[in-house]
């Protein structure tokens, strides 16, 4: 911290009206720069989601077009829906685990990538391949692994005298396999994003640290991680909204199985529109997760933004 | 100086010895490799699962390498379907995504990061709440919406044609956001300087920022990319003809209600990951940025 | 502008060219003709048939198109699992196809759908020959009294069994007049958890696939799902209880039952001589590598209803796109479940026959057998699906009360009275319209 403190101190700017200039005010280069994308996000964003919206207070089946006002029912059927309740549970202790998980695989294994030595390309290219692979073959290959009578964590478990677990048979073992999956699968992402983020690291400031004796982990503590931190806000929020919207993994494997165990809230709601026909109960139980992750995703940035290492 | 990067401080200590470490392999293989084969796992399974027969697919435990290997799956799966017309769709539809998204999130991406303007705060939450709902739920209206554009705007980007898988990915949030933590990266003296010289707000993010930020749009373009890719879901929903499909769609091929072709679904799938493979190996080159360049001394 | 904007702009205009050039210039199927004029009225069919089916239906198609010039059949695959969703979007949005493979579970529901022809008078046509369609078939695709399919498949259920694993341990082949008690000996004997071998296995992921399971074993102790007036539930009865006993006899006390939660390892588990039998249709048969026979599903000893089993028919759905398509629509469907081409399909892939008369058509039934093995079993056991599910929209819910309480059941934990006891509760207020 204190190499990088000194080289900002020592960044005086040419002239301080000059920064005024670049900082004041800027309306319309704002608006410009931004209208073209808020206005596709809100044709094939914002309106959906109020289209939602209303479907919560209605009653649809989404077969017949009679779609009645029912207010304010489907959210106060939601206060009581010990399956949806169950969901919300899973889906929040999931979120939890998976993302800090991911966040600290991604920046070691970034970190242990960002280096010229021979085959760096090949090695680099294998991380991001695991987000190409998609989630059905994911979770082919997680269920073999975890499979109660053959699978290789039970046979290596055995080894060391532990019995056979029931996995993803197991209700309370079940959500944590799919942890591990999708920690797994996100993994490449991570990796990305923080190579990518560790490009804009001076080296002077490495130099600076090995000149003050600093070693390798310190300067790891001390330099990299707050100079990764507006990649790691971006990181945490984003795995964050993911991880909040799980739905693929699960109905790839468990189907929320067994007994509700892996049941999170997108895939509750889906079977809600699709499987129960009750699309207006799925709509506001979208409704709910939605303003959790609004509520989730400002905190995140307001803590996030303030102690990000921002270039400001 | 060279542009080697390096995180460690004893790394820095090692590096002017060059011809020592040219002869002596990085201790770091060791760590990598391991890495890389949990990494690759699921891609040698469909690798070896390609090659197997449909037979030894439905072996228990599952077979690890093929006895013999059956390259005939490859042609089989191409011929079960039009995948050259998949393909080439697929190729269409996420160069366009990955175009404008690169362009329109860099715009609105450094709005965001360095232009001071009215509501920018709330703009940008507003923006990012549109990820916040899932597809599920979204899926119905967005159609509803893409029907009407064919209808009433042009045809081509109604129900049933390419147009609609392209426009409703022109740009997402997620871009924006991930431009916009990037940019707060770059020296803001580097922006300033040129402003001193009169560059316009567009000239400063062309000419500057843009050059420093290539690993992140290196980066973005490869997420968006491998995004459209494997899109499935609004393709299955909007696409009702075999000349629109995309590859996801045609992988569908393999797979019925009760039986799976699993042999055949591993061979399209693995010929569907090389343009990702050639894309990534692509943009390798921009994701490590020579940090000398910055022009940080003093 | 500059150089940067022109460059992008060239792009632009560019893909605008390609996407127009690339997209197909084929009509969709939205052309109608009007009558007499000798244009050909286009028709979409969504299916999700692959492989051999895949095939098969290809076939007819061609066959179709050309001896109907009037009418020109497109099809698009798609997956049959996703079928629903592709389809209730498309109604919302005002464009279905003319003819969907649905499943005959969401039939109840299918039915509300305003755009769906109901098919009443055209299943009363001589050509159509309704009572020729199996009873399950029927029942499936008639809701509150009306038709709104045509029966496109029809399976049940019975037991396969590995033939060699029998022999290996020297135990006697299943007979026709297998009671419960000795399938559950059987299974006893099949399994060894050293060999980590079980005997018999049913998917457990609590949806339908475990539901229909359970309901075929409820049926031959003589219980019944709902009461006659479909208005509450009737399994928590002596009978439900018998079935429900029975599962959890051989899953949690004789370990012979494995529960497949994940509903997709029982078949490789089977090649692989790790279970001895499996209670599945005839969709499994052509996977299977090792020796397999096939028998009816045993019978409780002293029950009235004696051999039962269950069917999971699907259907073909019309949606009206107006008139002169809807009646295309019904040609080809008449013309494809007519006895030549559906003894056609059903000889190119081995499905069952829809049709009672190929049944009976000894000729037919030898081939069926010899082309694959084990499928005579199944088709004469169409003849033991006496029952079938009630035609109600509330039973998915009533699927999903049930699915929960046979895993709590098969995993331990809850009893079979309390597991029972709750899905009835939720099943009366399901129908209660709570």
Known sequence: MAAVRELERNRQPAASRVRVRLRGSDHLAGWGFVTPAAVLIGIFGLLPIGWSLLLSFQQSDLLTPSTPWVGTANYRRLMHDHTFALSVQHTIVYTALFVPATMIVGVFIAVALNRKIRGISLYRTAAYVTMAVSTINEAIIFMWLFEPSFGVVNRALGWVGIPAQQWLSNPDQALYVIVAMTVWGWTGFAVVVYLAALQGVPQELYDAAAIDGAGGFASFRTITIPLLSPASLFLAIWLSISALQLFDEVYLTTRGGPLHATSVVVYYLWDQAFNQFDAGYAAAAAYVLFMATLVITYLQFRLGDRYAHYRR | MNADVITTASEAADLPRRSRSRFRPSPWHLVLIPITFVLLVPLLWMLATSLETEAETHRFPPVLVPRSLQWHNYADAWRAAPFGSFLLNSLIVSVLTVISTLVLCSLAGYAFARVRFAGRGLLFIVLMASLMVPFQVTMIPEFLIVKWLGLHVWTQLGIDHLGALIVPNLVTAFGIFFLRQFFLTIPIELEEAARIDGTSRLGVLIKIVLPLSLPALATLAVLTFLDSWNSFLWPLIVVNSEPHMTLPLGLTTFQGSHNTQWSLLMAANVVSLLPMLVVFFAAQRYFVRSVAGTGLKG | ?434
């Open chain 3, 1 to 434: 502008m500059t150089h940067l904007a022109r460059t992008t702009t060239a792009i632009a205009l560019t893909c605008a060219l390609a996407i127009t050039a690339c997209s197909s210039s084929k009509p969709d199927a939205s052309s109608t003709s009007s009558p007499g004029t000798g244009k050909t009225v286009n028709i979409a069919v969504w299916e999700g048939y692959t492989d051999t089916e895949g095939k098969a239906f290809a076939d007819l198609v061609s066959q179709f198109n050309r001896t109907h010039p009037g009418i020109r059949v497109k099809t698009l695959e798609t997956n049959n699992d996703f079928m629903l969703q592709k389809v209730l979007t498309a109604v919302r949005g005002g464009t279905p196809p003319d003819i969907a493979y649905l499943y005959g579970s969401w039939a109840p529901n299918v039915a509300k759908i305003p755009s769906v022809v109901d098919l009443t008078a055209t299943a009363r046509s001589p050509e159509v020959n309704w009572n020729d369609f199996w009873p399950a078939e029927q029942q499936v695709a008639t809701v509150d009294g009306k038709i709104i399919g045509i029966p496109a498949l029809v399976d049940n259920l019975a037991i396969v069994y590995n033939k060699s694993l029998f022999n290996k341990l020297g135990l006697a082949t299943p007979s026709p007049e297998w009671t419960w008690d000795d399938f559950r000996n059987t299974a006893k004997a099949l399994t060894d958890p050293q060999a980590k071998r079980v005997g018999w296995s049913i998917p457990a992921d609590a949806s339908e696939d475990t539901v229909w399971h359970w309901e075929a074993i409820l049926w031959e102790a003589d219980g019944d799902i709902l009461t006659p007036d479909n208005s509450k539930a009737a399994f928590n009865s002596p009978q439900g209880l018998q079935a429900t006993h029975l599962l959890r006899s051989m899953a949690v006390d004789d370990k012979s039952l494995y529960a497949d939660t994940t509903n997709s390892k029982y078949a490789d588990l089977f090649n692989a001589g790790k279970i001895g039998m499996l209670m599945t249709g005839p969709w499994d048969l052509a996977g299977f590598t090792v020796p397999y026979g096939v028998q009816v599903m045993p019978s409780f000893a002293g029950s009235a209803a004696g051999h039962q089993s269950i069917a999971g028919p699907d259907n073909w759905v019309v949606f009206d796109r107006g008139n002169d398509r809807k009646q295309a629509a019904i040609t080809f469907l008449t013309w494809l479940t007519a006895p030549a081409q559906a003894r056609q399909f059903s000889l190119q892939t081995g499905d069952l026959p829809i049709r009672q008369s190929l049944a009976n058509d000894t000729a037919f039934v030898g081939q069926m057998d010899k082309a694959l093995p084990g499928v005579q079993a199944f088709i004469d056991n169409l003849a033991n699906v006496k029952k079938a599910r009630p035609q109600v929209e509330e039973y998915p819910k009533i699927s999903q009360a049930l699915g929960d309480a046979i895993v709590a059941v098969l995993l331990n934990k809850r009893t079979p009275e309390e597991a029972l006891n709750q899905a009835a509760a939720a099943t009366d207020q399901a129908l209660s319209g709570g």
